[in-house]
């Protein structure tokens, strides 16, 4: 009996584990993602005016499921140099809010 138990324990703490690294985990992948995409989008891609910059950062924010908004988004510069910046929070619960944990992101980029 006691060894089905301790079993037991191993495979929920386990289970529990991978749980919690996967609810960790998807708001940092998001936030390399968009980052990454964010950079190629200003170097590769032919927007020149800022408020198509910042139109295309929030469609993909949105793609992403970032909870970016027009106020966190700043797209500063000329046409041959941006500046943008953004920040964002988000919150991870774990076992139905017994465990809540408020995320900050923040990335700056320059480039053209």
């Not at 993602?33 to 949105?62: G, P, T």
Request: proline content about 2%; overall charge positive.
């Amino acid at each position: 009996m006691c060894k089905w138990v301790k079993a037991a324990f191993c495979i929920g703490f386990f289970v529990s584990l991978v749980y919690s690294g996967i609810m960790f985990g998807m708001p940092y992948y998001k936030y390399l993602i968009f980052k990454s995409d964010v950079h190629d989008m200003l170097h590769f891609e032919q927007l020149y005016n800022a408020d198509r910059i910042k139109a295309a950062i929030l469609k993909k924010a949105a793609e992403l499921n970032v909870p970016l908004t027009d106020e966190n988004l700043s797209v500063l510069g000329d046409r041959e140099n941006f500046i943008i910046s953004a920040n964002w929070t988000e919150q991870v619960v774990l076992f139905r809010g017994y465990f809540k944990r408020t995320l900050n992101f923040s990335f700056e980029t320059t480039g053209r």
